[in-house]
Structure formats: C-alpha cells, structure tokens
Nanobody, 124 residues
Framework: VQLQASGGGLVQAGGSLRLACAASGRTFSNYAVGWFRQAPEKEREFVATIRWSGGSTYYADSVKGRFTISRDNAKNTVYLQMNSLKPEDTAVYYC??????????????????WGQGTQVTVSS
C-alpha cells in the first residue's frame, strides 16, 4: 500500500484546510485509515481514524467537533477536513493504513503503512 498525503499549508487561526490521503496498491485490504500529527519536539499523536468498511470514525478529544474524517471509496482517498484551526494544531500530519483487523486504531503501532507527512502551520 502506498499513501500520498497532500493539502497542507499555512492558514490563519480560525481558518480551514482539507488534507487528502490517496492510497494505491492493495487498498482493498485496508481495514482503517488514520491521521496522526507530530509537532516539533513532541511525540506523534493520534488525530482521527475511519474504518474502511462501514465508515465508523473516531477522533482525539483535541479535534473533536472541529475535524472531520471521511473517505471516497471510488478514489481510494481519505480526507481530513480541519475547521476552526488553532496554532496548537501546527504539526506535520501523516496518514496511515492498517491492513489487519484490530479492535481499535488509535495508536501508531496499529498501522502498517505510512505516507509522507504534510506540513500544517496555523498562525495566530
């Protein structure tokens, strides 16, 4: 599975961005796709995940109500719509795919493939 993340950029606080994660390869075997982020000198943290079958979603408390994860099966793409952005959302955002079933998909170790990061910078 190859993952290509895009859509990052510079935005003012309160603004919006939409990230995209395009998957190729054996996408039919994906169980879930998630987004993580890593700010300078901080550990990578979970942001959101969506199960490929059924579309159930789960969010970190820090983004709940502001971010929305969705998928387009036909395009093998997962999106992260980010609204009401805050300076503390500044980070490199990574998408990841899990190809094995797990009870939850909230930790980096739950995922098997990773895309390159895309930088999101929110100015105050």
């Amino acid at each position: 599975v190859q993952l290509q993340a895009s859509g990052g950029g510079l935005v003012q606080a309160g603004g919006s961005l939409r990230l995209a994660c395009a998957a190729s390869g054996r996408t039919f075997s994906n169980y879930a796709v998630g987004w993580f982020r890593q700010a300078p000198e901080k550990e990578r943290e979970f942001v959101a995940t969506i199960r490929w079958s059924g579309g159930s979603t789960y969010y970190a408390d820090s983004v709940k109500g502001r971010f929305t994860i969705s998928r387009d099966n036909a395009k093998n793409t997962v999106y992260l719509q980010m609204n009401s952005l805050k300076p503390e959302d500044t980070a490199v955002y990574y998408c990841a795919a899990a190809i094995y079933y797990r009870a939850t998909y909230q930790k980096a170790r739950d995922y098997d493939y990773w895309g390159q990061g895309t930088q999101v910078t929110v100015s105050s």
